[in-house]
């Protein structure tokens, strides 16, 4: 199964123009938040509808810069993996949108509580799938969420359930922009694509034994 993943648009449409044949080779679409730059459904349906015409697969998680109408447009789509669970083609997919509070209160924020019963409640839609995808906007903390000011803005939640379930194999994420890249936590690859807006992108390969990232 070949993924193309997104995370962090802010309202620009141009980028899903600049990868649509990109977009139109991959079996499966991932989005990871921050659909909108306003935060508002209309920005966001601009968008979706423009994927769509490429590829209809799609499976997104609203982000933190996103009012709550994005989350209602992605489950109206169905879309959304934000507290729930979806099988592709065998592998199993859950989520959880928005990110945890900051000291900078954004549009659309939980308690670290909050995300843990959100995880949890996914998790259990998939957990017997053999290849488990975590899709959240927020990094786990201390893991490819580095910003620019040296702080680490992700969330405690995402890092206790991936220590906690060492079967969930990949972790896709966005958030932290300039924390794009890959790294290992513990038996989790956690990867940050970083901002579309900003040109990044990945895919990622999940094959029978393998998962390969590019």
């Not at 044949?21 to 989005?31: F, G, T, Y």
């Not at 993996?81 to 979806?86: A, D, N, S, V, W």
């Not at 019963?117 to 998939?126: P, S, V």
């Amino acid at each position: 199964m070949k993924l193309i993943v997104f995370a962090d648009f802010h309202g620009d449409i141009v980028c899903v123009d600049e990868t649509a044949n990109l977009i139109k080779e991959s079996d499966l679409v991932v989005i990871a938040g921050d659909i909108t730059s306003k935060g508002k459904r209309d920005e966001a349906e601009q968008i979706i509808n423009a994927t769509e015409k490429l590829n209809k697969n799609i499976l997104a998680v609203h982000g933190n810069m996103d009012y709550e109408e994005v989350r209602e447009l992605l489950e109206q789509r169905n879309y959304s993996l934000h507290g729930t669970g979806r099988m592709y083609k065998g592998v199993g997919f859950f989520g959880v949108g928005g990110s945890n509070i900051t000291p900078i209160r954004t549009r659309c924020n939980y308690e670290e509580h909050e995300i843990a019963e959100i995880l949890e409640k996914g998790y259990k839609k998939i957990q017997m799938a053999k290849t488990k995808v975590l899709v959240s906007h927020v990094p786990p903390k201390g893991i490819c969420d580095r910003s620019f000011l040296f702080l680490h803005g992700g969330s405690t939640a995402v890092r206790d359930f991936l220590k906690s379930h060492p079967d969930v194999e990949l972790c896709l994420c966005g958030h932290i922009h300039e924390a794009h890249g890959f790294k290992f936590m513990e038996n989790t690859r956690v990867l940050n694509v970083g901002s579309v807006k900003g040109g990044r992108f990945a895919h990622v390969e999940i094959l029978r034994d393998m998962i390969i990232i590019s």
